[in-house]
């Protein structure tokens, strides 16, 4: 069981040769001349709201999946990820990113089940069958994309309109897609070695030296939706909800309390106990994922450690 203790929800760090950072919702980019370093804090986002309370370990496990899911993934493209010095930060390579989210799903669930419920046949123009049901596996994967926003709400968009407006050329989009594809069916395979299911995710890319690159974060749980395979068949037959290791149980406690991310509304107290919840809700996926025991580490204040970790890469590495 996890147990409270500090958690990293903003940083300011003088690193040298630092030429600025980008603050997002849940990752802090610091920018070199050749590098960038991505601080995974322990902030939690939903309904593109930051909430008001980090969870306990959380930016520790998503760094450590989303570095164990590149390691796993590096023979399909090219990945960003070059090191990572500290348990909460990855170096990789300074890529220029496209505007675009990859998002694909296998089954219908989350915000494409919502919108299908409510009668959309259509999704980022992918038409769906009739008569599908909640968290039904979709006759093959789709591609839903969305546009990367600086701030803000993405938006769903087709791939028409993607090669229309010149966001990427049409060979780009071909060749993104073709990796979404690919990455997919290992993320799928990898996670049902470990009895889980993974349901939809996104990747995101970006260009480096001309080349096609995967970025970002890939199958953790704040981009990914992962179900449990024991189970779900029966789960789907009697219209039960599935049980699953992801965010969206994180939507579905801020939807009961009346919050869904619209003006006006506030977000409900988050109490220890719930925050505790969401911090083994993710040290359970990490270990379900990986098969590895998740070793805590030592409760040494956080921003210090991470200062002296980088100091002592940069030491070896010239930014």
């Not at 990945?79 to 998002?103: A, F, H, R, S």
């Not at 087709?158 to 966001?167: H, K, N, P, T, V």
């Amino acid at each position: 069981m996890a147990t409270m203790r500090e958690t990293l929800t903003e940083t300011n760090f003088k690193f040298d040769g630092a030429l600025k950072c980008f603050h997002g919702k849940v990752r802090d980019v610091y920018f070199f001349k050749d590098l960038v370093a991505m601080v995974v804090t322990d902030r939690i986002s939903a309904f593109d709201r930051i909430l008001p309370k980090g969870i306990p370990f959380k930016g520790e496990v998503l760094n450590k999946i989303a570095a164990y899911q590149l390691e796993a993934t590096k023979d399909i493209v090219p990945n960003w990820l070059i090191d990572v010095p500290d348990p909460m930060v990855t170096v990789g390579k300074c890529c220029k990113p496209y505007k675009l989210e990859m998002i694909i799903r296998g089954y219908i669930a989350g915000s494409a089940w919502r919108a299908y419920e409510k009668g959309a046949r259509e999704i980022c123009g992918v038409k769906l069958p009739e008569g599908l049901k909640e968290n039904q596996r979709l006759p093959q994967p789709i591609i839903t994309p969305t546009t990367k926003a600086d701030s803000g709400h993405d938006e769903n968009i087709s791939r028409e309109e993607i090669i229309a407006q010149g966001i990427v050329s049409e060979a780009e989009y071909k060749k993104m897609e073709e990796y979404t594809y690919k990455l997919f069916d290992r993320g799928q395979q990898l996670a049902h070695d470990k009895g889980l299911i993974l349901v939809d995710t996104k990747y995101e890319f970006g260009n480096y030296n001309g080349e096609i690159t995967l970025i970002d974060e890939i199958h953790t749980p704040d981009s990914s939706r992962y179900f449990y395979l024991e189970g779900y068949e029966e789960r789907f037959r009697n219209g039960e909800p599935q049980k699953q290791l992801s965010k969206e149980f994180v939507r579905e406690w801020l939807m009961a309390k009346g919050f869904s991310g619209n003006e006006g509304e506030e977000v409900p107290e988050m109490t220890d106990d719930f925050v505790l919840s969401v911090s083994e809700r993710y040290i359970e996926l990490y270990e379900k994922m990986t098969g590895k025991h998740f070793e805590k580490s030592d409760n040494e204040p956080l921003a210090a450690r991470i200062e002296r970790n980088m100091n002592t890469f940069f030491k070896h590495h010239k930014a």
